[in-house]
């Protein structure tokens, strides 16, 4: 039987989609949780000990350390068999959305949201350039999801998991208001909210928490 050990923060989007995705594949993890903001995975004793990239999450698989949440989330839909491709097709449009979330949607949303909720005094031009390229962003995503049900196919993927993270916490922390300004993302939310095991992301990874300054 497979042990999992999750190492993350309550507030990283990337974790909570590992923890969501084994959850919903009715695996249990071990939650390890990690002072990210206390700066302790840029120390060189985490880096050597849990993760040479400095990054969360990393999920303990047995005795293998795995880092990066795409290649995670296509192991555990090939393992489960949930989640994943039903053909070449799927498979190929899993893999185009996962590589366009990571560059652009949660690349931006990661980086928006941390300094707007969770920085001191963020650069208001800073805030304004990620803006306008989460509002394009959102706005492609909005548009896919007018005309189906989920990212790919006629059932949810890693495709849904992955995009659906960063945007599955409190609104007041991105400051977006969905339902008016991207009406057929919160529907996708929703019906993904639907899905049994489904849980929110602070109830899925708890501990201490971030100071919000939003």
């Known amino acids: 039987m497979t042990g999992y050990r999750l190492h993350y923060f309550p507030e990283s989007g990337n974790s909570y989609k590992l923890a969501l ?4 594949c009715g695996q249990a993890f071990e939650p390890v949780w990690t002072d990210f903001g206390g700066g302790v ?3 060189p004793e985490w880096r050597a000990r849990v993760n040479p990239m400095g ?13 990066q949440t795409a290649p995670i989330l296509l192991r555990l839909a090939e393992r489960y068999g949930r989640f994943g491709g039903g053909n070449d097709e799927e498979k190929f449009e899993i893999l185009r959305w996962l590589f366009w979330d ?10 928006y949201r941390y300094l707007r909720a969770f920085s001191a005094s963020p650069d208001p031009a800073v805030l304004a ?12 995503l909005d548009g896919h ?20 993270a960063y ?7 991105a400051g977006y208001e969905l339902a008016v300004s991207h009406p057929a993302v919160r529907a996708w939310l929703s019906r993904l909210a639907a899905l ?10 708890p501990g201490k928490r971030l100071h919000c300054n939003v």
């Open 21 to 24: 995705m084994l959850t919903l």
């Open 41 to 43: 995975t840029r120390t």
């Open 55 to 67: 990054e969360i999450p990393v999920l303990e698989d047995g005795p293998e350390r795995l880092t």
């Open 102 to 111: 990571n560059h652009k949607l949660t690349g931006y949303m990661a980086t």
């Open 129 to 140: 350039f990620l803006r306008r390229r989460l509002d394009d962003f959102l706005g492609i």
């Open 145 to 164: 999801l007018r005309e189906r049900r989920f990212m790919v196919g006629e059932r949810p993927t890693i495709a849904d998991v992955s995009l659906m």
């Open 167 to 173: 945007l599955s916490f409190p609104e007041n922390e």
């Open 196 to 205: 049994p095991g489904w849980q929110a992301p602070y109830d899925l990874l």
